[in-house]
């Protein structure tokens, strides 16, 4: 009946993890007070009272540290599956994966030299 077998545990733990988020915001908007006071519509910023506009602008590096992070911590994510079947892939998926590996080293010279891991 099911066109793809062995895939039912699958399509069952995609219906459990997509509804339970669903589940606790539905549960967090029907548990909530619902009266909207003065304090719940300020900005909380650490128990203090808000100091200025809440529209500053940020330096560019912090954004830019931040890319820069979540590009090579990509990286990792598709190295390891690659790393756990390195046994079955053969040398053509080794040459493959040096060449993925050399073209982050190539965009971290990069964004080390235009300065983008620079902190100050």
Do not use: C
């Not at 650490?46 to 954004?63: D, H, K, L, V």
């Amino acid at each position: 009946m099911f066109v793809l077998s062995g895939y039912e545990y699958l399509l069952g733990f995609l219906l459990v993890s997509s509804s339970v988020p669903l589940l606790a915001l539905t549960a967090s908007k029907l548990l909530r007070p619902s009266n909207r006071g003065p304090e719940q519509v300020t900005t909380y910023e650490s128990g203090m009272e808000p100091i200025g506009g809440a529209w500053i602008q940020f330096n560019i590096r912090y954004y830019m540290f931040a890319l820069v992070f979540v590009i090579f911590d990509v990286e990792t994510v598709f190295l390891y599956p690659w790393a756990v079947a390195f046994h079955r892939l053969g040398v053509l998926a080794f040459i493959e994966a040096l060449i993925f590996i050399a073209i982050l080293v190539v965009a971290l010279v990069y964004a080390w030299r235009k300065g983008a891991l620079e902190w100050s």
